[in-house]
């Protein structure tokens, strides 16, 4: 067990550092010295010399190669930096150190933390919302499969699914939110200070979240249970006399849920890494947002590499734990 | 003679008749609808089975052996199976008694014991989980003394170290091992009727022997009525007091065991005997396959279902065989064995034509007449 999560850390190490390089790269190379070129126009109210640009490029390190501007960020996030320029100001950035925020000026770990707690809370509550229904939904279809209540199902979840999700987080900030006034603010409310107006600020887009998705793990549910229900331990179970529920969500959902929640594990870790249609509509002020806003110009460089870092972790992490709980949830599965 | 294949009157259904057997069935008849049309998975069978005898049901796959004592637990999805007939457990009609009766019924006063044990038992839980929590459901007890009752079944099959063993899962089991515990489970409250399903097709040969010795010292012990079915004759020989061989849905020998091995009078039977392989025997002797394959049941033969199969058709005057059922009757050796078969002289054919093929040991060389002694063998001996 040991050896096996050391193994998969390593790899997983292996993982990011590759991601971090391949989007580090592409980042520097398709800017190329734009950034200098913005912040010298900035600082010389548009009449930037040639000499003013060259010093600019120095002091952001356009002059150095790719790999050495690479090796300072990946220093920077262990060791710290000190003479980061942006726009020609001068900043200190601590370990961890992934640059300043040409947006805020601030350090883009601090602004991390301060965007992390939306889109955790607006993905857990999301995610539990979806998972909880979505199961409890596919075991009652499988139990009644073949009726209309299960044909009902089956059907909604593909018109569900075939509807943008965009379009249905629209739709319902207008309806819901605008104009019947059911969920008048949306937005992250900080839960240590008020949980209670967290909860209601965040419900429609959990229930966006939860409803649009829990279609999709219904049918995936069903389609699990029925052909657990049709395993031959379910038929014990019935010949012991273990009485219909019983049999339906201790028996066979223990047996179907293995495969959900290794799905699940893997759309959560999506969810973390930032949900921008919903945190844009819902103005909700976390990873997806700002990683989106980084993306208009100028480019906030280190911003988005920091999201893009932050979510190869965040699946990198999922994988490794979905495939721990699966040597929980499945006995005859042993890693070693 | 422990079986009573006669009909009944309807009227005796309803009470409690103290002289009747454990199990009664009588004309039960299973379909399922399906896309494809309505399934005859099992035809107007009737049988008996009392407290401490052993019923073998002998057939292929597909012969409605499973299903016609799945009904007996009232295992079928009610919405897509149509049952008709009845099924009498200590006096009590079965066939549409609703689920709360049948449950109370499950596991408690019947018990089953399936054929594959790693598929019949739930690979995340284990064993002693699956043992007492069939005891839990009949009985009320605390878990300690369930898990308590579960080393006690353990250790009573035959399981070494049950202490330890009961916690562990199906797939650390060998599989001689995971059907001792399946029956553990099947025993755990006394049953006093248990159908085993084919309980020694998936294990080794050396494994089935076993198993067959412990179902045999359990039903001693417990006194209770046992069905086994099996397609395999051998198994029959060594438990049964009575066996039926079923055909298509069918019942089509039924009798003591050792009369339906001795004096089989239904051509399928013959086939069924011809198909074993004798370890003892000469290894020139041919094994006689039935040609063909099982009807199906969704457009079974006119007729004898067997007809299509049978080698013996032209013995059977006119169009009989492929124009009317055979009923099941009692043929040349009396009341208590019946046979569903045109054939006039069964017993003539099966010494004259059938046994000198598939069991050339039992004729005398020199006079070319079977050996009386070696052909009455004991079924004991087989």
Redesign the interface.
């Known amino acids: 067990m040991t050896g096996f999560i050391v193994r998969r850390l390593l790899s997983s190490v292996l993982v990011v550092i590759l991601t971090s390089m391949f989007v580090f790269t592409l980042f520097f190379k398709g800017l190329g010295d734009s950034p200098a070129v913005n912040a010298c126009a900035k600082l010389h109210n548009g009449h930037c010399n040639p000499e003013a640009l060259k010093s600019i490029k120095h002091q952001m390190g356009f002059d150095k190669s790719l790999v050495s501007n690479y090796g300072t960020w990946a220093k920077g996030i262990f060791a710290g930096r000190n003479n980061v320029y942006v726009d020609g100001k001068e900043y200190n950035c601590p370990a961890p150190c992934m640059g300043i925020s040409i947006m805020s000026g601030n350090t883009v770990f601090h602004d991390l933390k301060q965007k992390y707690p939306a889109t955790v809370t607006l993905a857990v509550g999301g995610a539990s919302m979806y998972l909880v229904l979505g199961v409890i939904l596919g075991s009652l279809a499988a139990r009644w499969r073949g009726t209309s209540a299960d044909r009902l199902l089956v059907g909604s979840s593909l018109i569900v699914s075939s509807i943008p999700f965009y379009l249905v987080a629209l739709l319902s900030w207008i309806y819901l939110s605008l104009q019947l006034k059911l969920f008048p603010t949306t937005g992250y409310y900080p839960i240590t200070q008020n949980p209670a107006k967290t909860v209601a600020w965040m419900m429609l887009p959990w229930l966006v979240i939860g409803l649009t998705n829990c279609t999709s793990y219904a049918r995936f549910t069903r389609g699990q249970m029925v052909e657990t229900l049709n395993?031959?331990?379910i038929?014990?179970?019935?010949?012991?006399?273990?009485?219909?529920n019983r049999v339906l969500f201790k028996?066979a959902l223990?047996?179907a849920i293995v495969p959900v929640i290794t799905i699940f594990g893997l759309d959560f870790a999506t969810l973390l890494a930032g949900t921008i249609f919903t945190e844009r509509i819902f103005s909700i002020d976390g990873i997806g947002n700002w990683g989106l806003t980084a993306l208009s110009t100028p480019i906030d460089i280190n911003v988005v590499s920091a999201t893009v870092l932050v979510s190869s972790i965040l699946v990198v992490v999922a994988n490794l734990l979905v495939d721990i709980l699966y040597s929980f949830?499945?006995?005859?599965v042993s890693i070693a | 003679m422990s079986t009573d294949i006669s009909e009944r009157p309807d009227g005796m259904a309803a009470p409690a008749n103290p002289d009747e057997p454990f199990l009664v069935v009588e004309n039960l008849t299973v379909k399922f609808p399906t896309h494809d049309g309505l399934v005859q998975a099992v035809t107007d069978l009737s049988y008996t089975v009392e407290r401490g005898k052993t019923l073998g049901i002998v057939g292929e796959s597909g012969s409605g052996k499973s299903v016609s004592s799945m009904a007996v637990l009232g295992l079928h999805d009610p919405k897509h199976t149509r049952l008709s007939g009845s099924i009498r457990v200590d006096g009590t009609e079965v066939i549409g008694a609703p689920e709360d009766r049948m449950r109370k019924i499950r596991g408690n006063s019947i018990a089953m014991i399936f054929q594959d044990a790693l598929t019949a038992l739930h690979p995340f839980y284990t064993i002693g989980d699956q043992i007492s929590e069939g005891y839990r459901i009949h009985h009320r007890v605390s878990k300690g003394e369930a898990k308590k009752r579960a080393i006690e079944m353990l250790d009573r099959v035959g399981i070494p170290q049950p202490n330890r063993r009961v916690d562990d899962y199906p797939h650390q089991f060998s599989g001689g091992m995971r059907q001792r515990a399946m029956i553990a489970m099947a025993l755990v409250n006394d049953p006093q009727l248990l159908i085993a399903d084919e309980p020694t097709t998936a294990l080794d040969v050396t494994v089935q022997a076993q198993i067959l010795d412990l179902l045999q010292d359990l039903q001693r012990e417990f006194n209770s009525a046992v069905i086994i079915i099996t397609h395999d004759l051998g198994v029959v020989a060594e438990l049964a007091d009575t066996t039926m061989v079923m055909y298509a849905g069918r019942a089509v020998e039924y009798g003591a065991t050792r009369e339906i091995l001795t004096h089989p009078e239904m051509p399928y039977t013959w086939g069924l005997l011809g198909s074993i392989p004798e370890v003892a025997g000469d290894a020139d002797v041919r094994l006689i396959p039935i040609p063909g394959n099982p009807p199906s049941l969704l457009n079974p033969p006119t007729g004898c279902s067997f007809h299509p199969r049978c080698p013996h058709v032209d013995k059977v005057p006119g169009d009989l065989c492929r124009t009317t059922l055979p009923d099941l009757l009692p043929g040349d050796r009396g009341e208590n064995h019946v046979k569903r078969c045109h054939l006039a002289n069964p017993g003539e054919i099966y010494t004259e034509e059938v046994l000198p093929e598939i069991a050339p040991d039992l004729i005398d060389p020199e006079t070319g007449e079977m050996i009386a002694e070696l052909a009455a063998v004991d079924p004991d001996e087989i």
């Open positions: 395993e031959d331990y038929r014990t179970a019935n010949a012991k006399g273990v009485k219909t028996h223990r047996a949830l499945d006995p005859r």
